[in-house]
């Protein structure tokens, strides 16, 4: 056996541990919905004050970041509850669901959103003072009109171009009625146009107006215009007319208005748009649907409700075959669509690569055939302006920088699906705040920040772990028999007690234990009664002290009053133990608090504030 000493190739393991010094930053952080949320929304927030009984401070919240905090608190994707730390213990908790309870608590109507106006966390205000300076936004869907709102609460003047004879963008024109009721956008985007945005409706840009006319009557132009157009598919017989594409179905039918189909369709897809087309076609007549994709059920890029209602709703799916050409009979008429089983979609190098099964083609008897496999740009806006050359179009949006949302030319910005591909509204809404930043700077020189301060306040290590058992419930929806006779939405609300057993599933994300090295006797009593094993003493020489900005050496240096950097690994040792925590697995349950004899562990509750500054 080698000898560890006398042996050079022989390497001894040391475990070394990278840490952090936690700051006010940090703690803001733990607050993992709320750094889940493009916007910084603060689910906690609201949720404990749901659960406090206090639900107009609770809709306060959930609208001070979000001037469409009604629409995503019934349709949003909802990226904070996958952040949500509960959903590392059993099931995340139902952020989305919960914001919909205090949405509908405090009203849908013209009125209320007018109301909501007072509680953005905006800069500015709702009477401002006009700064003389003139913005004209793009479409009207969420990233144009949240630009407007951030805007005109700075005194700009925003005029708004918009192709359709409604506000609302996709959110109108793209989300079906059964999952969101037109009446609810359209009065949101009313409260800004009664903020000060006018709004030309029918007004199309290439068509109606050029790009050129707007930069020669604004200050700065947005393009929101959003991805108005279905991809087409390469396959011998798509390219008919009779071949519905899903983006331009929805636009009608999602507006109530009638298009005829035949009684069996074929979708061609597997992703939310696809399911939306599925799910309309069977409300609009269609005695089946069945969907073809690639992907496998692991794969497809469907939210899982969006799958799960289908399936209940009647709707056939059948994945891992790929669509090869559309049949039809001697006068032109769809029969069926000709497909092919796959084995395998990606090459070894994890590229879009798929692979048939040979001799197994077969055919899909249907009358109509919907295409939904991809959103693509209308690039007409760019007819008649005269630096269209000057705007670069990469993989079919253009290219916008991030966080500024400026294009490659000067004035001219972009935001929402046309600028960074299909995303979620509730990025798009983030995509106007960044650009009406932007615009702000670039056009009065501000250079706006978010200054944050925080109250520590110890409490009671003794919590209530009802919140640990509370189980896991979704809102009731529709049974799938009535909902697929009507175009009304589905999801059902919360009931007040659903809403409040629900909101005490939080973890409260902003309690921290915090130790005190000066008290700790290190007998190691919160370790061993962690029940997530988050905690650990480690001794000062296995930390990485070497972190690129010196954080922790000069916190060793500075508590102990030495020189870590000269000193050898045993004199680190010497020195003692440091606490280390995972905050990916801590449940703030207080067990440390209340085992430590010393009270070393104290349980922290933070409180933070911020305003704009700039």
Same mark, same amino acid.
């Given at each position: 056996?080698?000898?560890?000493?006398?042996?050079?190739?022989?390497?001894?393991?040391?475990?070394?541990?990278?840490?952090?010094?936690?700051?006010?930053?940090?703690?803001?952080?733990?607050?993992?919905?709320?750094?889940?949320?493009?916007?910084?929304?603060?689910?906690?927030?609201?949720?404990?004050?749901?659960?406090?009984?206090?639900?107009?401070?609770?809709?306060?919240?959930?609208?001070?970041?979000?001037?469409?905090?009604?629409?995503?608190?019934?349709?949003?994707?909802?990226?904070?509850?996958?952040?949500?730390?509960?959903?590392?213990?059993?099931?995340?908790?139902?952020?989305?669901?919960?914001?919909?309870?205090?949405?509908?608590?405090?009203?849908?109507?013209?009125?209320?959103?007018?109301?909501?106006?007072?509680?953005?966390?905006?800069?500015?205000?709702?009477?401002?003072?006009?700064?003389?300076?003139?913005?004209?936004?793009?479409?009207?869907?969420?990233?144009?009109?949240?630009?407007?709102?951030?805007?005109?609460?700075?005194?700009?003047?925003?005029?708004?171009?918009?192709?359709?004879?409604?506000?609302?963008?996709?959110?109108?024109?793209?989300?079906?009625?059964?999952?969101?009721?037109?009446?609810?956008?359209?009065?949101?985007?009313?409260?800004?146009?009664?903020?000060?945005?006018?709004?030309?409706?029918?007004?199309?840009?290439?068509?109606?107006?050029?790009?050129?006319?707007?930069?020669?009557?604004?200050?700065?132009?947005?393009?929101?215009?959003?991805?108005?157009?279905?991809?087409?598919?390469?396959?011998?017989?798509?390219?008919?007319?009779?071949?519905?594409?899903?983006?331009?179905?929805?636009?009608?039918?999602?507006?109530?208005?009638?298009?005829?189909?035949?009684?069996?369709?074929?979708?061609?897809?597997?992703?939310?748009?696809?399911?939306?087309?599925?799910?309309?076609?069977?409300? $609009?007549?269609?005695?089946?649907?069945?969907?073809?994709?690639?992907?496998?059920?692991?794969?497809?890029?469907?939210?899982?409700?969006?799958?799960?209602?289908?399936?209940?709703?009647?709707?056939?799916?059948?994945?891992?075959?790929?669509?090869? &050409?559309?049949?039809?009979?001697?006068?032109? $008429?769809?029969?069926?669509?000709?497909?092919?089983?796959?084995?395998?979609?990606?090459?070894?190098?994890?590229?879009?690569?798929?692979?048939?099964?040979?001799?197994?083609?077969?055919?899909?008897?249907?009358?109509?055939?919907?295409?939904?496999?991809?959103? &693509?740009?209308?690039?007409?806006?760019?007819?008649?302006?005269?630096?269209?050359?000057?705007?670069?179009?990469?993989?079919?949006?253009?290219?916008?920088?991030?966080?500024?949302?400026?294009?490659?030319?000067?004035?001219?910005?972009?935001?929402?699906?046309?600028?960074?591909?299909?995303?979620?509204?509730?990025?798009?809404?983030?995509?106007?705040?960044?650009?009406?930043?932007?615009?702000?700077?670039?056009?009065?020189?501000?250079?706006?920040?978010?200054?944050?301060?925080?109250?520590?306040?110890?409490?009671?290590?003794?919590?209530?772990?009802?919140?640990?058992?509370?189980?896991?419930?979704?809102?009731?929806?529709?049974?799938?028999?009535?909902?697929?006779? $009507?175009?009304?939405?589905?999801?059902?609300?919360?009931?007040?007690?659903? &809403?409040?057993?629900?909101?005490?599933?939080?973890?409260?994300?902003?309690?921290?234990?915090?130790?005190?090295?000066?008290?700790?006797?290190?007998?190691?009593?919160?370790?061993?009664?962690?029940?997530?094993?988050?905690?650990?003493?480690?001794?000062?020489?296995?930390?990485?002290?070497?972190?690129?900005?010196?954080?922790?050496?000069?916190?060793?240096?500075?508590?102990?009053?030495?020189?870590?950097?000269?000193?050898?690994?045993?004199?680190? &040792?010497?020195?003692?133990?440091?606490?280390?925590?995972?905050?990916?697995?801590?449940?703030?349950?207080?067990?440390?608090?209340?085992?430590?004899?010393?009270?070393?562990?104290?349980?922290?509750?933070?409180?933070?504030?911020?305003?704009?500054?700039?």
């Amino acid at each position: 056996m080698a000898d560890e000493k006398s042996d050079p190739t022989f390497e001894v393991y040391k475990e070394i541990y990278d840490v952090t010094i936690p700051d006010l930053d940090y703690f803001i952080r733990q607050i993992d919905c709320r750094d889940g949320c493009p916007v910084k929304t603060d689910g906690r927030g609201y949720m404990l004050a749901l659960h406090s009984g206090n639900l107009l401070e609770g809709y306060k919240i959930a609208r001070g970041p979000n001037p469409f905090a009604s629409i995503c608190g019934i349709i949003c994707g909802a990226p904070c509850e996958i952040s949500c730390r509960r959903d590392r213990v059993d099931k995340t908790l139902t952020i989305r669901a919960q914001k919909r309870y205090l949405d509908e608590w405090f009203g849908f109507s013209k009125e209320a959103h007018v109301k909501s106006l007072e509680y953005s966390y905006a800069r500015g205000s709702t009477k401002p003072t006009s700064n003389g300076l003139r913005v004209a936004c793009i479409g009207a869907g969420v990233a144009s009109l949240t630009c407007a709102h951030d805007l005109l609460r700075l005194g700009y003047q925003v005029d708004v171009y918009e192709m359709m004879r409604m506000p609302g963008g996709m959110l109108v024109y793209g989300v079906p009625t059964y999952r969101l009721n037109n009446e609810i956008a359209i009065n949101e985007c009313y409260a800004i146009e009664h903020l000060g945005a006018k709004i030309y409706y029918n007004m199309k840009v290439g068509r109606d107006i050029t790009m050129s006319e707007l930069q020669q009557r604004y200050n700065a132009v947005f393009i929101g215009i959003g991805l108005w157009k279905s991809r087409e598919l390469p396959i011998p017989g798509a390219d008919a007319p009779d071949i519905i594409r899903g983006i331009e179905y929805l636009r009608v039918r999602c507006a109530e208005e009638e298009w005829k189909i035949r009684q069996h369709m074929v979708v061609i897809g597997g992703g939310n748009v696809s399911y939306d087309v599925a799910r309309t076609s069977i409300r $609009n007549g269609a005695k089946s649907v069945t969907m073809v994709c690639l992907e496998s059920r692991d794969e497809q890029t469907a939210d899982e409700f969006e799958i799960e209602d289908g399936l209940e709703e009647g709707i056939k799916i059948i994945n891992r075959v790929g669509p090869i &050409a559309v049949e039809r009979d001697a006068e032109g $008429n769809i029969t069926g669509l000709r497909v092919q089983p796959i084995y395998s979609l990606f090459d070894h190098l994890g590229r879009f690569s798929p692979r048939y099964v040979p001799e197994s083609q077969y055919v899909i008897p249907c009358d109509t055939i919907a295409l939904a496999i991809g959103q &693509a740009m209308d690039v007409s806006f760019l007819d008649g302006w005269d630096k269209k050359d000057q705007l670069k179009i990469e993989r079919g949006i253009i290219k916008t920088e991030r966080e500024t949302c400026r294009t490659t030319v000067p004035g001219v910005y972009a935001g929402g699906d046309a600028a960074f591909g299909p995303a979620l509204f509730i990025t798009g809404i983030k995509h106007g705040q960044e650009a009406a930043r932007a615009i702000d700077s670039d056009l009065r020189g501000t250079k706006p920040y978010q200054e944050f301060s925080a109250e520590f306040t110890e409490i009671s290590p003794h919590r209530d772990k009802t919140y640990l058992h509370t189980p896991w419930s979704l809102p009731t929806m529709q049974p799938p028999s009535i909902r697929v006779h $009507n175009t009304n939405m589905v999801e059902n609300n919360y009931t007040s007690e659903e &809403a409040h057993q629900q909101s005490v599933r939080c973890l409260q994300c902003h309690i921290s234990p915090v130790f005190d090295g000066e008290l700790c006797i290190k007998c190691n009593g919160c370790v061993d009664v962690c029940p997530c094993n988050c905690l650990k003493q480690i001794e000062i020489s296995k930390l990485n002290l070497d972190l690129g900005d010196g954080s922790m050496r000069k916190a060793v240096d500075n508590f102990y009053g030495v020189d870590s950097a000269s000193m050898s690994d045993e004199e680190l &040792a010497s020195m003692g133990t440091a606490m280390l925590k995972d905050e990916d697995v801590c449940i703030r349950c207080g067990l440390c608090a209340e085992k430590c004899p010393t009270q070393a562990v104290t349980m922290d509750v933070m409180d933070y504030s911020f305003r704009w500054i700039g």
